[in-house]
């Protein structure tokens, strides 16, 4: 009997429009190696349906809040379906930002100095000596980053704003220059290395990430061979710090300029990975060999409860 899939996509987070084109580049996978798929525009009543669904797996291809934070997981753990990626606590603990760092330095896994800050204040006065990013600790997909450059003399003032969305707490960190690289973890094998270059903006943001042609990535990454292996082994490490299941993916910034600190720090971990037509985790994937079906149905084979 062929297995029932439901790809919970959409949502009500700021990353909506991504998780779309996620789930359905999935949907459309899935399908091509023979599973049985309902596409779920998740809302409000997502219990309710999934109840009348009874899907054998959910595929989550979610982004941001609800999805990725581990209240969707916790109302599929209720339910008792079977579903991908990471699970309640690991989920919740990534999508933190802040404590997500504590957790993986507990581990022995390098991360930029910085502290947390209400938003109102870090309009107000600088959180950190210039140059330095602030970024919502509960976000994703770069919305609501700021690089505070060195010798700029206010923060940014959008923080400010009324209609700012993205949350009342900000992690400042100091800013590490130099290589912008990410490492996916599948199961318990972490792939090859991704250097991104982003073509028009000074960092990794969300045009970067989701438009054609936003960036240049280069796979394998050109890097030393005992870096190359450290990037791998600290996105194996940092995944397993915080109980990640399924795919997850690492990102670092590494500091090899000539007048550079030579540091090489785990930035955030991603428990929902984009998979999109221009994401990271299917390019790398390919690279090992699995077609972007075999991506998807290793993921449903991997899914259970009790993540």
Not at 60 to 82: C, K, T, Y
Request: glycine residues 10%; aromatic residues 6%.
């Amino acid at each position: 009997m062929t297995a029932h899939i439901a790809v919970l996509m959409g949502g009500f987070s700021c990353e909506r429009e991504v998780s779309l084109r996620s789930g359905e580049a999935s949907a459309k996978a899935l399908e091509s190696v023979g599973y049985r798929v309902t596409r779920v525009d998740v809302g409000r009543d997502v219990a309710e349906v999934l109840a009348k669904l009874a899907p054998d797996v959910a595929f989550n291809a979610l982004h941001g809040r609800f999805g990725e934070d581990g209240a969707i997981q916790g109302v599929l753990e209720i339910l008792r379906i079977p579903y991908t990626h990471s699970g309640v606590l690991a989920s919740s603990l990534a999508m933190k930002k802040d404590v997500a760092k504590s957790v993986m330095a507990a581990a022995g896994v390098p991360v930029p100095r910085g502290r947390v800050v209400h938003r109102l204040e870090a309009a107000k006065a600088h959180a950190l000596e210039p140059p330095y990013v602030l970024k919502p600790v509960s976000e994703g997909s770069s919305f609501g980053v700021f690089i505070v450059k060195e010798g700029r003399s206010h923060p940014p003032q959008e923080l400010a704003s009324a209609d700012w969305r993205h949350g009342d707490f900000m992690l400042a960190e100091n800013f590490v220059d130099g290589r912008e690289l990410t490492c996916a973890v599948m199961g318990d094998r972490p792939l090859d290395v991704i250097e991104i270059l982003p073509v028009s903006e000074e960092f990794y943001g969300f045009d970067a990430k989701y438009a054609k042609g936003g960036s240049k990535h280069v796979l394998p990454a050109n890097l030393k061979q005992n870096i190359y292996q450290e990037v791998q082994q600290l996105a194996l490490e940092a995944h397993r710090a915080l109980g990640c299941r399924g795919v997850s993916r690492a990102d670092f910034r590494y500091d090899d300029r000539p007048e550079g600190t030579g540091e090489l720090v785990v930035l955030e971990v991603n428990t929902q990975p984009g998979m999109t037509e221009t994401s990271l985790v299917p390019e790398m994937a390919a690279h090992a060999g699995y077609s972007f079906g075999e991506l998807v149905r290793w993921m449903v084979e991997d899914a259970s409860c009790d993540r």
